[in-house]
């Protein structure tokens, strides 16, 4: 039996037989403050991954009363780090209980997140790929954190990806920059492995700037018209599974934020139409520097 340990954010973390796996997370982090530590038996783990049998698990003490052997058990590489995305997101909102984490995807458009709310179907990673493509930075494709005390918006440093194949539709240059990304990838799935400054590391805030509606229509020209703060709401708070127990905390948490952003529907059929439009329209706002959380917390 070989264990790598590593330390995250101050907490012991053990790789019993699956050294591949820590390998694997560190190049879909970003910001995350992760150095491999010698092992301490006497120090017991905060969470434990394992190999054997050819499946990979884990256990996590947010993890309770489920068991991935016997539900879906992750059996490559690929698999284990495609599944514990997710725990990483469950990890963050176990040490971060006051958050809220929405299912959604930001960038920075002059120094403000411009949201998107995962609305099915309408291409919330697909258009914040093209917005880094065209040089803006992405705060997260999935989930992306909000912090009610400030009503900004706080990165996870999760690398994004994208389901295979491609779209035939997708122009040679965005199959270019998908290219020149590649990170983890098997036959379903791409991480895309970015650069400073094309993803805003992990606990990075900016203040909000504007909730988008998406409306992906086929063979539609890109166009953005003004929605009802309510509308801009609703889709948030559908979408937030932080704090749940705290229904009026999170209701006027978020209409805050509507109230005092532009609230906008962007309808399109080319995602690369749909992202020039989209930061040409948050471009002129004043720029808002980034900050940056105490690595203290998780």
Known sequence: MVVSRFEIYGEPVDFVDCHEVAEGFRSILAGWDMRQIAPDPRVPAYVTFRREGGIYDWQAPWIKGRNRRDDDPSRDLM??????????????????????????????????????????????????????????????????AIDPETSEAVSLGLMPRM?????PRFSASFRAFMSEHAGLTDRRWQYLSLRPGEI???????????????????????????VQPSRALKALIDRNFGGLDQPGRIFDSFRKIVEQVDCLR?????????????????????????????????
């Open 163 to 167: 389901r295979l194949p491609l779209h």
């Open 266 to 298: 962007l309808t399109y059929s080319d995602p690369e139409e749909g992202a020039a439009l989209l930061i040409a329209t948050f471009a002129a706002a004043k720029p808002t520097p980034a900050r940056e959380v105490d690595h203290a917390r998780l």
């Open 79 to 144: 698999e284990a780090v495609c599944d514990f995305h997710y725990e990483f997101i469950d990890w963050f909102a176990d040490r971060n209980p006051s958050q809220f984490c929405v299912h959604m995807a930001a960038v920075e458009v002059a120094g403000r997140a411009v949201l998107f709310p995962a609305i099915q179907k309408t291409g919330k990673s697909t258009l914040s790929l093209h917005c880094v493509q065209a040089g803006r930075a992405l705060l997260g494709d999935d989930v992306v």
């Open 200 to 226: 805003l590391p992990y606990g990075t805030r900016l203040p909000v700037g504007g909730v988008v509606v998406l409306d992906r229509r086929r063979d539609h020209p890109a166009s953005i018209e003004t």
